[in-house]
């Protein structure tokens, strides 16, 4: 496939480290101009316990669908003592709209229990122990540490991440998070992982949508396989 850049063509025969890494780099810096105002989540929070509990309930579920919920379940119980006490029943009505409820609902409670007694109440700044806690996968540790902590252990890999670098061809792994992410970390270098999430999820959410990507609208449209704009 050819590929256009600004100043030449690169022809991209199967994996091309340096090329790719070239392109990402420059991909990255078309995009912190086009989505100057990309946040590193758009999750409501106002402290490490409430990032590492919403981020929990996002999985499988819209972000803004989390937004609903969290004012009435951090109203209810604004720490991990109180979290871990709950009764389980109340705490699925409240979290019920972002589903697997009953699920998401032991998560939490058993994540806040061991948030206070294993930690002292403190959201540990680890993907070892970040890891340990029910329903925290390494996305949900990475999205915790990068958007809370500023610390990079690993790059973020959504949905929007996934599918926007599967078409970027910086990875064949579709679908595969773990798959993707050590593909990424191989690609970028380490100060970069936390701005490709956030401007590649911005880039996702915004124009390279799941259902149809708007090329004609693409700030990168040159450095993409996958335009539909491409020769
Ligand atoms: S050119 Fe199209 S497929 Fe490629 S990143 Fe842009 S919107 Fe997505």
């Not at 105002?37 to 669908?65: C, H, Q, V, W």
């Not at 229990?113 to 700044?125: E, L, N, V």
């Not at 070892?128 to 990475?142: D, I, Q």
């Not at 690609?187 to 490709?196: A, E, S, V």
Request: charged fraction near 30%; charge should be positive.
């Amino acid at each position: 496939m050819v590929i256009r850049t600004d100043s030449e063509l690169i022809q991209v025969k199967g994996v091309n480290m340096s090329e790719d890494k070239k392109r990402a780099l420059e991909i990255l810096r078309k995009l912190d101009k086009a989505y100057p105002d990309a946040p590193k989540t758009y999750l409501m929070f106002s402290n490490p316990f409430e990032m590492t509990i919403a981020t929990i309930l996002s999985a499988r579920a819209t972000d803004a669908g989390v937004n609903k919920v969290t004012p009435e379940l951090f109203g209810k119980y604004p720490d991990p003592k109180s979290l871990a006490k709950a009764n389980a029943e109340d705490v699925a009505m409240i979290i019920k709209p972002c589903g697997a409820y009953n699920r998401k609902t032991s998560y939490i409670i058993e994540t806040a229990r061991m948030i206070d007694a294993d930690f002292g109440g403190t959201i540990p700044k680890t993907m070892e122990a970040l890891v340990t806690f029910p329903g925290v996968s390494r996305k949900t540790a990475n999205v915790v540490l990068q958007v809370v902590f500023g610390l990079a252990e690993g790059v973020i890999v959504d949905t929007h991440i996934m599918r926007v670098t599967v078409r970027l061809g910086f990875s064949k792994h579709d679908k595969k998070a773990d798959k993707i992410e050590k593909d990424l970390i191989t690609l970028l270098p380490k100060d970069k992982w936390i701005d490709y999430a956030r401007l590649i999820g911005a880039h996702g959410r915004r124009t390279c949508k799941s259902s149809r990507p708007r090329c004609s609208e693409c700030v990168i449209s040159n450095l993409c396989p996958s335009s539909e704009l491409a020769d």
